[in-house]
């Protein structure tokens, strides 16, 4: 869940190239699943316990303009896990941009229903949606936009090997707010300072 008793700074993280990918075990009990048509409504949920969206009704809208135009890859892309009840607890995406006609990977919308936070969910799942990057992608960098209030999730993805990157990533720097959020993950031990 979003820590929003903290200060907001944008970051911006990328996985190199080249680098192995770890295995990480699912917990037993769970599964991957990926989406099927309606499954944009366990996503919306999903988003909105984790703080990302003010509603469902705004969480789904977004999912309607930004995903549900491209089933295809939808259905390839989008990734939930389940408990063995069948209800889906956590979701991530492996998803990409085009910019100045460059296509880059992007892990995107990585949420684990509070309720099960701290089982080592968040971490099987980062880890097996960018093993479906690097199938769909081949071995390349890999983004991750985050910010300050996902300090937890980002101490995994830099064990999963994303660093954070002052680099344009998408339209514009964010050199400002790659030192601010630097400056904030290193005083509070999240990241070393190098």
């Known amino acids: 869940m979003l820590d929003k008793?903290?200060?907001?700074?944008?970051?911006?993280?990328?996985?190199?190239?080249?680098?192995?990918?770890?295995?990480v075990p699912l917990p037993y009990g769970?599964?991957?699943?990926?989406?099927?048509?309606?499954?944009?409504?366990?996503?919306?949920?999903?988003?909105?316990?984790?703080?990302?969206?003010?509603?469902e009704f705004a969480a789904l809208l977004h999912f309607k303009?930004?995903?549900?135009?491209?089933?295809?890859?939808?259905?390839k892309r989008c990734l939930f896990i389940e408990n063995e009840c069948g209800e889906k607890i956590a979701t991530a995406t492996a998803w990409?941009?085009?910019?100045?006609?460059?296509?880059r990977p992007w892990l995107q919308w990585v949420s684990v229903d509070p309720s099960h936070q701290g089982l080592g969910l968040g971490k099987a799942l980062i880890h097996k949606v960018t093993e479906i990057m690097m199938s769909l992608e081949g071995d390349a960098d890999f983004y991750l936009q985050t910010q300050t209030w996902s300090h937890k999730a980002i101490r995994i993805y830099v064990d999963i090997g994303y660093l954070p990157?002052?680099?344009?990533?998408?339209?514009?720097?964010?050199?400002?707010?790659?030192?601010k959020a630097m400056k904030f993950l290193e005083e509070r031990g999240i990241l070393n300072k190098n």
């Open 5 to 23: 008793s903290i200060p907001y700074v944008g970051l911006y993280m990328r996985r190199p190239a080249g680098k192995p990918i770890a295995q």
């Open 30 to 55: 769970y599964d991957f699943t990926f989406y099927k048509s309606g499954d944009e409504l366990d996503w919306a949920r999903l988003e909105t316990s984790v703080l990302e969206f003010s509603s």
């Open 65 to 75: 303009e930004r995903f549900i135009p491209y089933p295809d890859e939808l259905a």
């Open 96 to 103: 990409w941009s085009v910019v100045n006609d460059e296509r």
């Open 165 to 179: 990157t002052a680099e344009k990533t998408l339209y514009r720097s964010h050199k400002d707010n790659y030192k």
